[in-house]
């Protein structure tokens, strides 16, 4: 539901065709490939786990997918040496994860997005990141929270 909802939004924010997505804590990589599978120009799934970077592979390899890029590394590591240049960066963190509040900052202050991009962050309820300059809304369904940022 909480994925069906998100995609639900982004249809009426962004053109999927020709995006350049980054998908942080990718896990099993299922929103990296509902960007492929819309139109996506290029999804870098990063996660730390080599079983998620290897099943990410395995199903994209399985349906044909080839815009979709796995990589094994720690997020806030891969962030140190990412490219800059992405159109939108979603990030669905461990909800006990040091450090969540901070992200919106990072990414920001790094450069990473392209001019109207979009940062999205999957969070706990307890999260308000409202006050965030960028800031731009935020969706709940159920316990699972999303965060919209965009700077012009």
Not at 67 to 95: C, H, N, Q, W
Not at 104 to 130: M, Q, R, S, T, V
Not at 138 to 143: H, I, S, V
Request: include cysteine; proline fraction near 4%.
């Amino acid at each position: 539901m909480a994925k069906e909802g998100l995609f639900n939004i982004l249809n009426n924010l962004i053109d999927f065709e020709g995006l350049i997505v980054l998908d942080l804590f990718a896990g099993t990589g299922n929103i990296s490939l509902e960007f492929a599978s819309r139109g996506a120009a290029s999804v870098t799934s990063v996660d730390i786990n080599f079983k998620c970077v290897d099943f990410i592979k395995k199903i994209s390899g399985e349906i044909g997918i080839e815009t979709v890029k796995p990589f094994r590394s720690e997020t806030f590591r891969f962030l140190k040496s990412a490219p800059r240049g992405y159109d939108l960066i979603f990030a669905d963190p461990p909800y006990d994860l040091d450090g969540i509040a901070l992200l919106p900052e990072l990414i920001f202050e790094k450069e990473w997005l392209n001019k109207n991009a979009w940062l999205i962050i999957e969070h706990p309820k307890g999260i308000d990141f409202a006050r965030h300059i960028y800031f731009s809304q935020k969706r709940n369904y159920g316990k699972v929270n999303f965060s919209f940022f965009t700077r012009d």
